[in-house]
């Protein structure tokens, strides 16, 4: 079986520089929000592009709230997001008191920009854009918009980092940026991990106040704050792999490029880049007329494959209760969830697996 992924690969790549890294780290005696996670944040802040500055936390969803509420959101305030986003990010939306507001998304399933005007009410205070699947989101119309009508622009970085529009770097577009460094991310560690990224160095003051129970210095605590800390050993798991994106990247490009080149299939229709963006390839997604009859054709063959997802964020249960959304709300991201499947992707692949992955891909033929 091919999996769709596999994280030990990864592990295995830089298998001694990890395990040195980790024996460092439980030798030193620090073990949460210490020098590891000092050079994590300065070293992926410099990766970013520089001219921003980093503070770590401890997951993805937590990296939006805190981040969030760091910007200034507050409850009651509207934030526009693509219907086809992740449950994590209206989560981290919602969990400030602020109201997820949802536009369709473009044919590269990120937000179409073309909507977003007829969403503003005069609550909206920020668009939310999540680049989706590891591919920047087309950012000129978008900047021209939040600038014009005055509102505060956030990414969801969680799957794109290092996916460049038009040469910088998704994360420095907005007021602040959201990473994960969950385990299957592009740049992930080996349990949870999460960062908020900005050019604003207050918001990030801010961040590392609420993630340390609001504390500004030892013992003495100026708001109501979390505990969001990342701790010593992912930020140090994370400066290894740090170093290596580059790398990792490339080997990801190499079987997306194989796939665009050598998948020929009328029933299969492949991801496109539009011109400005370098595709990171968190997920290989196509689309395909029976999701499911597909999926089973290649799980009987020994391919895996995944659908990232079947339900789109406001029809889970935990949103339709508060705000009474239902199924033909938002045609074109019920199109996509209907449709897409992902391809095995991650961070190495033999070319034997991708060739049959490949050739099974071709070899589906419908009912
Ligand atoms: C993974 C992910 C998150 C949440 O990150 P966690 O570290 O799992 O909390 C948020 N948004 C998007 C788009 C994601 O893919």
Known sequence: MIPINDLSRGFRLYQKEYEDKAVEVLRSGWYVLGNEVKGFEAE????????????????????????????????????IVQ??????????????????????????????????????????????????????????PILEICRKRGLMLFEDCAQSHFAPWNGLNTGLFGDAAFFSFYPTKNLGGFGDGGGVIS????????????????????????????????????????????????????????????????????????????EGCVHTWYQFVVRVGDQAGFREFLKERGVGTDIAWKTPPYLQPCMTEKFGYRRGDFPVTEGICDTVVSLP??????????????QEVNSYAGV
């Not at 410099?46 to 409850?75: R, Y």
């Not at 591919?135 to 000129?140: C, K, N, V």
């Not at 003051?205 to 013992?219: C, F, L, P």
């Open 83 to 140: 219907a086809n986003g992740y449950i994590a990010t209206m989560l981290g939306i919602m969990q400030c008191g602020a109201v997820p507001v949802f536009v369709e998304p473009d044919e590269y399933y990120q937000l179409d920009a073309d909507r977003i005007e007829a969403a503003v009410t005069e609550r909206t205070r920020a668009v939310l854009v999540t680049h989706l699947y590891g591919l920047a989101t087309r950012m000129d």
């Open 199 to 274: 050019r604003n160095p207050e918001i990030i003051e801010r961040v590392k106040v609420i993630r340390n129970y609001g504390s500004d210095y030892r013992y003495h605590n100026i708001v109501i704050g979390y505990n969001d800390r990342l701790d010593e050993l992912q930020a140090g798991l994370l400066r290894v792999k740090l170093r290596h994106m580059p790398e990792l990247l490339r080997n990801r490009d190499h079987i997306a490029q194989r796939y665009l080149a050598e998948i020929r299939n009328p029933l299969v229709e492949l991801p496109r880049v539009p």
């Open 345 to 358: 992707m991650m961070d190495w692949m033999s070319e034997e697996e991708i060739t049959k992955v490949i």
């Open 44 to 79: 992926f802040a410099a990766a970013l592009g520089g001219d921003c500055f980093c503070a770590g936390v401890d997951n993805g969803l937590d990296a939006i709230l805190v981040g969030l509420m760091a910007a200034g959101i507050q409850p009651g305030d509207e934030i």
